[in-house]
């Protein structure tokens, strides 16, 4: 059983390692496009969230519905940045399984595309350019896109939750909904099951 947790540990540490590799890799970009962009590490969050320490910014979330039903912030506004792909041609089908095989299986992270309204959604939702709002993913990737194609059609007033939903702590946010906490809800397929296992030897103890 330790075995298999220190599988569960380093598989779970590699993908940490990547997801953060990745998420400086796109930051630079995205500062580099868009100019200075305002980060907002999760333990200072729902301070400055309207409907959580009475600040100035709304939160939106950009994660797909799968994920955002496991656990969620109330007063939130929800517009998905990628959807799920749910085309039938040859092409979509290999590479779904392909897909499924190297991501799917692990994760439990269904073939997305970029969803085509997503601007205009979040117009609707938020009409006014001036507006401050703070942008939020699992892992802080989507949401980097996401600010950055919002910035580009107007939007002043943006913020960027660094390191997204997976870096926040027991305690970051206190009106959380769902069945899950926060920080777990990207986590699906296999991965799932090990971290539930090292939760429980976490629980037990030695």
Not at 65 to 94: C, F, G, I
Not at 119 to 128: G, N, R
Request: charged share 20%; proline share 3%.
């Amino acid at each position: 059983m330790a075995g298999a947790a220190a599988v569960g540990q380093s598989y779970l540490s590699t993908i940490t390692a990547t997801v953060k590799a990745r998420a400086r890799e796109q930051q630079r970009e995205l500062i580099g496009s868009s100019g200075l962009i305002l980060s907002i590490p999760a333990k200072d969050a729902a301070v400055a969230l309207r409907h959580e320490g009475g600040g100035e910014y709304q939160l939106l979330d950009v994660r797909p519905a799968w994920e955002r039903e496991k656990a969620w912030l109330q007063n939130s506004l929800h517009v998905p940045l990628y959807v799920e792909d749910t085309q039938m041609d040859p092409l979509t089908l290999l590479k779904k399984w392909v897909h499924f095989g190297y991501i799917g299986l692990w994760t439990g992270q269904r073939f997305t595309t970029l969803n085509p309204s997503f601007v205009s959604e979040v117009q609707s939702l938020v009409p006014m350019k001036d507006e401050r709002v703070l942008v939020a993913c699992g892992e802080g990737l989507r949401s980097m896109v996401a600010v950055k194609k919002l910035s580009e059609v107007g939007y002043e007033n943006l913020a960027w939750l660094a390191g997204g939903f997976n870096s926040a702590g027991e305690k970051d946010f206190n009106k959380v909904e769902g069945s899950t906490k926060l920080q777990y809800a990207t986590v699906g397929g296999v991965s799932y099951f090990f971290l539930q296992l090292l939760l429980i030897l976490k629980v037990i103890g030695p």
